[in-house]
């Protein structure tokens, strides 16, 4: 258990449906991270949030959505995905956003599919 | 173009000694982080830093540009993908991970 929850594990879902992937970290952070895990590929870095406000987007296509209403909660909103948009994606905090390279904690992530 | 490399597959026999390598091309990077990620379960660190250190059975070499992971005494439950990472930038730049089978 890292203190860091995401919801739901699993989803499936068709490309013309909305879903929310959910976060949830209880260690007082302060910086929340997604990233997408494909088979065989390095974790890729979607966005980045620190104090709630969002401070990085890897050129993420404008179907994933992200929301942090505060320090505690991230989401991921999707829609009209693709079905190379299956993965799984991960989500990570860390105390603050330093450039020194703060640990990051991780959930255990949600395995989505898209059909 | 930052990036990490590291192995797709390391195979090992248990009570063996394994060493993941890792290299990075990671701008203003210094720092090595090593994470374990069983299927299912959150990455987990292992260890980091910018100086060879060691965490239980697990140590890291460093090199400016490339660490390595050795696990001591490797047993089949250590079957898992281990992850490198550099940081540059602010931000953790990961390798594709190594997945380390086991055999008894």
């Known amino acids: 258990e890292t203190g860091v929850t995401q919801t739901p594990r699993h989803l499936v879902m068709g490309m013309t449906n909305k879903k929310s992937l959910k976060c949830e970290q209880h260690?007082?952070?302060?910086?929340m991270y997604w990233y997408k895990q494909s088979a065989k590929k390095p974790l890729e870095l979607m966005f980045v949030y620190s104090l709630e406000e969002r401070v990085e987007n890897n050129s993420v296509p404008s179907r994933f959505s992200p929301e942090c209403p505060n320090s505690s909660h991230l989401f991921l909103h999707l829609h009209t995905l693709q079905p190379e948009d299956s993965a799984l994606y991960l989500c990570?905090?860390?105390?603050?956003?330093?450039?020194?390279?703060?640990?990051?904690?991780f959930g255990p992530g949600t395995r989505l599919l898209v059909l | 173009k930052d990036q990490v490399f590291q192995p797709s597959t390391v195979a090992s026999s248990e009570g063996a000694v394994v060493e993941i390598f890792c290299n990075h091309s990671?701008?203003?990077?210094?720092?090595f982080f090593w994470y374990l990620h069983f299927p299912g379960c959150a990455p987990r660190l292992l260890v980091k830093g910018s100086k060879p250190s060691q965490q239980g059975r697990y140590n890291m070499t460093y090199e400016r540009f490339s660490s390595s992971l050795l696990i001591l005494q490797v047993r089949e439950a250590d079957a898992a993908v281990y992850y490198c990472a550099s940081c540059g930038g602010g931000k953790l730049i990961f390798g594709q991970g190594t997945e380390l089978s086991v055999k008894p």
């Open positions: 260690l007082g952070h302060n910086a």
């Open positions: 990671v701008s203003n990077a210094y720092n």
């Open positions: 990570a905090s860390s105390q603050d956003r330093g450039q020194g390279g703060e640990t990051q904690y």
